[in-house]
Antibody
């Protein structure tokens, strides 16, 4: 059974870089033909897709994040990473990682999700 | 970006009620539409993918329908564990986008 767990600092200062790790158990981030993704949710608000990475390392990001985001895979085959630079209070949110399942070139859905990690941007 | 609009934003219902939530896409997305359930303080969980396919382990009282721009999630007989927020999400094109959510609470 695939399980994901986010980890990282819960508090980041404005203008600094938010760095999170997602540790995967029950699967390899590089051994299967999956995408992996990050999604965030400000308190009391909806879900925002941040970006995705394929097992090959190719990435797609949400243009709303204006080139501040980098998603990468770990060499251990059990981790993926998120970096978000120049953070502001607007980046305060619960951050989730998830595996992306797919059936055809456009049918993708997120399953499973990690439990999420709250990151607060504040001085 | 494709905008996803859910209605209603919230609804109150009783156990046993039939509940319907609507999701409309700003452009045609064929059947590339998924539904998630999120309980308070928890991560979302997929219920329906490809507009109408039930994810394994999800009770059959959940069903989805629609194609193009208009989609529906139906709970045939609301159970106590179904009080949650529901989101639709399109995968037709990136950036993948979600609806704003529909909160289902107890009447």
């Amino acid at each position: 059974q695939v399980q994901l767990q986010e980890s990282g600092p819960g508090l980041v200062k404005p203008s600094q870089t938010l760095s999170l790790t997602c540790t995967v158990s029950g699967a390899s981030t590089r051994g299967d033909t999956y995408y992996w993704t990050w999604i965030r949710q400000p308190a009391g608000k909806g879900l925002e897709w941040i970006g995705r990475i394929y097992v090959s390392g190719s990435t797609n990001y949400n243009p709303s994040l204006k080139n501040r985001v980098t998603i990468s895979l770990g060499t251990s085959m059990k981790q993926l990473f998120l970096e978000l630079t120049s953070v502001t209070a607007a980046d305060t949110a619960v951050y989730y990682c998830a595996r992306v399942r797919h059936q055809d070139p456009r049918m993708y859905w997120f399953d499973p999700w990690g439990p999420g990690i709250l990151v607060t941007v504040s001085s | 970006d494709i905008q996803m609009t859910q209605s209603p934003s919230s609804l109150s219902a009783s156990v046993g009620d039939r509940v319907t939530i609507t999701c409309r896409a700003s452009h045609s997305i064929s059947n590339y539409l998924n539904w998630y359930q999120q309980k308070r303080g928890r991560a979302p969980k997929v219920l329906i993918y490809a507009a109408s396919s039930l994810q394994g382990g999800v009770p059959s009282r959940f069903s989805g329908s629609g194609s193009g721009t208009d989609f529906t999630l139906t709970i045939s007989s609301l159970q106590p564990e179904d009080f949650a927020t529901y989101y639709c999400q399109q995968s037709y094109s990136t950036p993948w986008t979600f609806g704003q959510g529909t909160m289902v609470d107890l009447k």
